[in-house]
């Protein structure tokens, strides 16, 4: 007899966004024509560059041909596109092969379909406030959460503990989102040692490495000594590049991730060649052009104007005395609501008052809540009003 995932029910409801939207909804009906500055969605807003656009529609104009037509592509990622990206980790002294690297449709795909590699038995570990895509892809698949809350007494940035030695998988997001905290390599190193002597996987989501600015901060798992033995990571070119919408990321498992005898990075190639076909050709020669001189170059003005935004909101707060964190290195600023304010009763006081909207913390885990995210990928000119806003209400 069919029974459905039962799990599904466990599922909370994924109130966050919806509420947002209900609430600015309502908020519009009731005052007709009022503008308002967003600065709750962590989409980006400026366009592809130049480099990536031509690339795709060199792409294109190859599908048009039957010389450079391609069908199907190589499951685990376009060879071409594999080695640029394994070359710019050997570039940052990360020696990996392109046979570590697969290209995936981005990285909230792939931290569902990586769950694919774990026994149900092995348990999650997961730092709140979280990414929720992690807790639910847990749930679906019913697995046991161990939720580890973060704080200000630890810089929302929690050490290997107690609670944590029976986790199976360990989730670190860094740069974090939603509090754009970045783990030191003195941290990142204690946990690599951690996983290695409980031997637990670390899943690393590096989906916000372009934004580290301090030269300290490890971009990825794997300029961490002993990282090869117990991390696989998870990138996107959405923030980094701007794909969102076009969709890219890839993962790096290497060769040396072993447990009970077996190779995870084997194991997804059988999970790859069985349940995909590939990334589309088109898309693939977008990305390759990202790990270009040029697509670097322009990347990174990009994100420079976001770095922007986030100093133009991290101005407003120091000169309110307000206390955040983020902004330095991650595209969100993770603020303190003031006057002892709860998230969802700051939310209400922002869009009344200000007409400005962010995110309350408390939609990324109880740990959230007194908290508030404001994501820096906005317009200039909408964040600085927001900014000015923010200082008038409270200065
Ligand atoms: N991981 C984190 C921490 C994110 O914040 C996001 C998107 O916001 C993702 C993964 C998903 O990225 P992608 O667009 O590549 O699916």
């Known amino acids: 007899m069919l029974r459905p995932n039962m799990h599904y029910k466990e599922l909370k409801d994924s109130y966050l966004f919806y509420n947002i939207a209900q609430k600015t909804k309502a908020y519009l009906e009731a005052h007709p024509g009022t503008h308002l500055y967003r600065m709750g969605i962590g989409d980006v807003s400026l366009p592809l560059c130049d480099a990536v656009i031509r690339a795709l529609h060199e792409g294109v104009d190859d599908q048009a041909h039957q010389a450079s037509f391609h069908g199907y592509m190589p499951e685990?990622?376009?060879?071409?596109?594999?080695?640029?990206?394994?070359?710019?980790?050997?570039?940052?002294?990360?020696?990996?092969?392109?046979?570590?690297?697969?290209?995936?449709?981005?990285?909230?795909?792939?931290?569902?379909?990586?769950?694919?590699?774990?026994?149900?038995?092995?348990?999650?570990?997961?730092?709140?406030?979280?990414?929720?895509?992690?807790?639910?892809?847990?749930?679906i698949a019913g697995r046991k959460i161990i939720h580890l809350s973060a704080g200000e007494w630890n810089g929302f940035l929690p050490e290997p503990c107690q609670e944590a030695a029976e986790a199976g998988l360990i989730y670190?997001?860094?740069p974090n989102n939603p509090t754009g905290a970045s783990f030191s390599r003195e941290q990142l190193a204690q946990w690599v040692s951690f996983a290695n002597e409980t031997g637990a996987v670390i899943l690393f989501d590096a989906a916000y490495e372009a934004f580290i600015e301090d030269e300290t901060i490890p971009h990825s798992i794997f300029e961490i000594k002993g990282a090869g033995t117990c991390a696989i990571e998870i990138c996107s070119l959405s923030k980094t590049a701007g794909f969102t919408g076009t969709r890219l990321g890839y993962t790096v498992i290497p060769e040396?991730?072993?447990?009970?005898?077996?190779?995870f990075r084997e194991m997804w190639v059988r999970n790859r060649t069985t349940k995909t076909n590939g990334i589309s050709y088109i898309l693939q020669k977008g990305g390759a052009a990202v790990f270009s001189e040029e697509g670097q170059r322009q990347i990174r003005e990009n994100i420079r104007y976001y770095k922007e935004n986030a100093a133009v909101l991290m101005k407003a707060l120091d000169s309110l005395g307000i206390w955040y964190c983020g902004g330095k290195n991650a595209p969100y600023i993770w603020m303190k609501c003031p006057e002892g304010m709860g998230s969802w009763d700051f939310f209400d006081h922002l869009l009344n008052e200000i007409q400005v909207v962010g995110t309350p913390g408390e939609g990324f885990g109880s740990c959230g809540e007194g908290y508030f995210r404001f994501s820096t990928f906005g317009d200039r000119e909408e964040t600085k009003e927001a900014a000015k806003r923010l200082i008038g209400l409270f200065g």
């Not at 040396?256 to 190779?263: I, K, P, Q, S």
């Open 256 to 263: 040396t991730l072993e447990r009970n005898g077996m190779n």
């Open 76 to 139: 685990c990622g376009a060879p071409f596109l594999r080695e640029v990206i394994a070359a710019h980790y050997r570039k940052r002294g990360i020696m990996i092969s392109e046979e570590e690297v697969f290209v995936s449709g981005g990285a909230s795909d792939e931290l569902g379909d990586i769950l694919d590699l774990f026994d149900k038995e092995s348990s999650a570990l997961i730092m709140e406030p979280a990414y929720p895509a992690y807790v639910d892809a847990n749930v």
């Open 172 to 174: 670190i997001c860094s």
